[in-house]
């Protein structure tokens, strides 16, 4: 079972720079076809400063703490054969390009129990601010700890 | 972008077979390097047959029908459900439809989709949602 007294814990925030190259390889390995993706010249045409992150790309950014995998796993001492992404969603509000520095808060939010403890499910909130202290997107996952 | 209707389909978008190598290739972009989506003696001792994807890059898929079809900076919300395991081999289509338009804050004309990836056995992967500024 999972420590209750975690609900709540809020991990020191983590400041990534957003390399274009990272992006190129991300748009890569989605499979992406649409240069505004991995072409500067083609992001600058249809009006951004750079190549843009694609949706899912602030968990690319999480995966920059400090951790073997991710950073609950580590405090709480979650086995990761064990979990599954359960559910995950994103609201946004302000692109985020190449040459970005995003300021990341990961925050534990809830820890519940399913199916008499067998089944624990754990979200985990996170902000996403750019180098000019604007919030560019905010995301909460949701995964199941199989005890 | 006003000519969004509900009731209209988003247009689908297929991908190519699961493979090996995209799972490498979405291990190393992503960071996510849970062993489960690379390591079949790893999925092994899970209990697992083979290796299995990473629910998150059918919710890459997803977005890709998203932006393909509207501008990303229009995109307000995005949420998956994961309903189901993707194996090797498998394709992943991505599907939606404009289930509503209605008025946000500051009167901002918004539709809501509902949005879905499966296999081609038609086994759910993802069952989701996404909000757009129209």
């Known amino acids: 079972m999972l420590d209750k007294q975690y609900i709540g814990h809020v991990f020191k925030p983590i400041k990534v720079p957003v390399e274009l190259g990272r992006l190129k390889f991300f748009a890569k390995s989605i499979g992406e076809n649409n240069p505004i993706y991995f072409d500067v010249d083609a992001a600058q045409k249809a009006g951004y400063r750079s190549v843009i992150a694609p949706p899912t790309f602030t968990m690319v950014i999480d995966s920059e703490y400090e951790s073997e995998s991710m950073p609950e796993f580590d405090l709480m001492g979650i086995d990761i054969g064990r979990i599954l992404h359960a559910n995950q969603s994103f609201e946004y509000f302000l692109p985020i390009c190449a040459g970005d520095e995003i300021f990341a808060t990961r925050r534990i939010k809830n820890i519940t129990e399913k199916k008499a403890g067998t089944l624990e499910f754990v979200e985990i909130d996170s902000e996403y601010h750019n180098q000019e202290g604007e919030l560019v997107a905010t995301s909460l996952m949701t995964f199941v700890y199989r005890n | ?134």
């Open chain 2, 1 to 134: 972008m006003t000519d969004v209707k509900e009731g209209d389909l988003i247009p689908e978008m297929t991908f190519p077979p699961i493979s090996r190598h995209t799972l490498a290739l979405y291990c190393g972009a992503s960071g996510d390097h849970n062993p489960v989506h690379v390591d079949i003696d790893f999925a092994k001792q899970y209990g697992l047959d083979d290796v299995i994807a990473h629910g998150m890059l059918s919710m890459a898929y997803l977005g890709r029908m998203l932006t393909s079809w509207r501008p990303q900076s229009s995109l307000r919300k995005f949420s998956a459900r994961f309903a189901g395991m993707v194996q090797v081999g498998e394709i992943i289509s991505c599907h939606g439809m404009v289930s509503k338009i209605y008025s946000g804050a500051n009167e901002e004309k918004l539709a809501e989709l509902s949005i879905f990836a499966k296999t081609n056995d038609e086994r759910d992967v993802i069952v989701g949602e996404a909000i757009i500024s129209l």
